[in-house]
Nanobody
């Protein structure tokens, strides 16, 4: 089993920045992709950004150019640098680790960290 521990959430004014971190432990060698999802009030959980073990990156269109995802494979940690934050970025952010080279694929989730952006 994979355990994910998140940190870095908090309160910030519009236009500010936050950096989220997620450290994985357990069956770490089985992880293929890591990423961040978020769920705002009254909304479904959505992909924010993901990164593969080899550096292949995907971003949601709403955050492209403002957020940057990175991964330290040696530390089994993924980061999300969030700049130019907007009130619509307010959500609970969840770290995700996926084993995609398996049918069906496995997904593991962190406990979530609250990000609140004030006007």
């Amino acid at each position: 089993q994979v355990q994910l521990v998140e940190s870095g959430g908090g309160l910030v004014q519009s236009g500010g920045s936050l950096r989220l971190s997620c450290a994985a432990s357990g069956s770490i060698f089985s992880i293929d992709d890591m990423g961040w999802y978020r769920q705002g009030p009254g909304k479904q959980r959505e992909l924010v950004a993901s990164i593969s073990r080899f550096g292949r990156i995907k971003y949601a269109g709403s955050v492209k150019g403002r957020f940057t995802i990175s991964r330290d494979n040696d530390k089994n940690t993924v980061y999300l640098q969030m700049n130019s934050l907007k009130p619509e970025d307010t959500a609970v952010y969840y770290c995700n680790a996926a084993i995609v080279t398996h049918v069906p694929p496995y997904d593991y989730w962190g406990q979530g960290t609250q990000v609140t952006v004030s006007s």
